[in-house]
């Protein structure tokens, strides 16, 4: 498993914790309601309310983080498979995150596909980095091909800009970058 991937893994870990934590402090305030005398009641549902917001706070965070491991181990899967790609599965991807209801989570598609990209060109050029990068950018990146790649991530972060500049096909976005992968994959 990669660095990145258990790095993700403890923070939906920590989330899930704390949001945990939060239930719990829920569940303690609504039980001391119960049997509280009616003048410190009021206190207490204010304490409720308060403890319900911050449940609420930590259970967003957990489904943040939860999503980004999600879409990081969709991406690691699909750069990993190069130069194959999963077309059905990249489609069902792009139909999720092509709304403009979804901006945050296609954010968080091109932040972590980039970062894996860059990662990938780095151990391929350095020969240092992770065991996970080193082994799949030696599989995927051939020597001759290392500056191609470089472009292609270039080209894929302009691309990106310009899609979004001019509110352009986000699903279209995605099919396009993952086809220039696989083109430099297999050359």
Known sequence: MSPERNRLQAEYDAASEQMRAAGDEVEVVANAIQSAKPADAGKLETRLAKAKQVFERRERAAQAAADRLELYDKIAKLVGGLPRIDWGTLHALGDELAGAANEQRFEMFYDLLLDLLARLIRAKASGEGTQPDLD???????????????ETWETVVREKADALALNLDRKTLILDAFSRLESVARR
């Open 136 to 150: 799949v950018a030696r599989r995927v990146i051939d020597d001759a091909r290392l500056a191609s790649w470089a």
